[in-house]
């Protein structure tokens, strides 16, 4: 051990989080936070590490970096090694993403469909159950119930809305088939809001049936429609939260990404994981969404208001159906876990025109801002058709089964002139 060299110092100590009392808010802390300009020639801005490995200053501190990457020495590796394990634009990242959701820690992967299958392949074994909120994400959904099924793990489903006792009989039920194959509940994956319905998922409920029933699964939560501005998920109870980054954390479509945040204690497995499978972020998609990050409140904010907008306008329009938008919740439960769990109402949203598909498809081929493509958060106006779209592979029954009718148009609001929407929102129901 007197052979051991103390840590080197690559990240800036202390980092100023604070001045006085005062705690910076996440807004000023994506402009400087885990970055020290004079280990990079007093570059203002982190130059993009583009570096296959990394030199050790000495055997020992090779050692030592080495142990953190295998695990022996928790927490991550304490320097630089290879660029399958770390870099420095990713370690700023995850610095800075940690601090939206007040985590300890953050990983970021090459997407968050990688994100979410090395958390889960970190986290289940033969015989273990998952116990998840429905709908999810569809390629998620195809993860748990194609893959991870072949290798002898199980699942059981809730609808996003649950109660905290019929949340209870889904906990119940999947520690029976855990006990039948010979495992344990190893985790509760949420989704909320749900995909393209909106549910929101009662977190707290989750939380306190989880603690009574099944105190050792940690409870994750894929944060991507609201997150990281608009829902806090660890402040309620859970444990880890999941991030498609593509979406308005990147923003700008114009990236792929993943992220997870949460405490140590169940980053560092999935670390180890992702150490050996390669599932970590490039250097340079790091870097753009460190830049995507500086805007990230100002975007979402945006986004946020002018999806209030356009929402109020469609609320009021002949050739509208309904609504499916969180600013405008009409079930009381709904309501109620909204006013506890989120600070905003998002700006993504299900259209129902009055008619079927040829009138949803007339909408969105009369569309002439929005541009008619999946995906949601970013600066631009996205409308598309989940029944025909993203979910055209879910069987028929399910579909309607989750409210996913042919008349339903999904819609991500971006941060352009409110009024120039409503225009061509307008003009685009006149077309239905
Ligand atoms: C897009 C998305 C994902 C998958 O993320 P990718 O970055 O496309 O891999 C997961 N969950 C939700 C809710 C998403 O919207």
Known sequence: MATTPPAPRRKPKPEITRI??????PATLMMGFGYDPTLS?????????????????????????FEGITGQRPGGA???????????NQEILEDRLAVWDGAEDSLVFSSGMSAIATLLLASCGQGDVIVHSGPLYAATEDFIARTLSRFGIGYVDFPAGATQSEIAAALDQGKALAAEQGGRVAMIYLESPANPTNALVDIEAVAAARNELAPDAPIAIDNTFLGP??????????DVVVYSLTKYAGGHSDLV???????RRW???????????????????SWMLLRSLETLELRMTRAGENAAKVCAFLAGHPKVEDLGYLGMITDPRQEDIHARHCSGAGSTFSLFIKGGEAESFRFLDALKIAKLAVSLGGT???????????HLSVPTERRSALGITDNLVRISVGIEDPDDLIADFGQALDAA
């Open 20 to 25: 006085g009392e005062r705690q910076l808010k």
């Open 41 to 65: 020639e007093g570059a203002l801005k982190p130059p993009i590490f583009l570096t296959s490995t990394f030199a050790f200053p000495s055997a020992a501190e090779g050692k030592r970096f």
């Open 78 to 88: 304490e320097g630089l090694v290879y660029s399958r394990f770390n870099g420095p």
């Open 229 to 238: 501005l608009w829902q806090r998920p660890l402040d309620h109870g859970a």
């Open 257 to 263: 990404a993943g992220g997870l945040s949460g405490s």
């Open 267 to 285: 980053m560092d497995p999935i670390r180890m994981l992702r150490n050996t499978m390669g599932t970590i972020l490039d250097p340079n998609t």
């Open 380 to 390: 631009e106006t996205l409308a598309s058709h989940p029944a025909s779209m993203t």
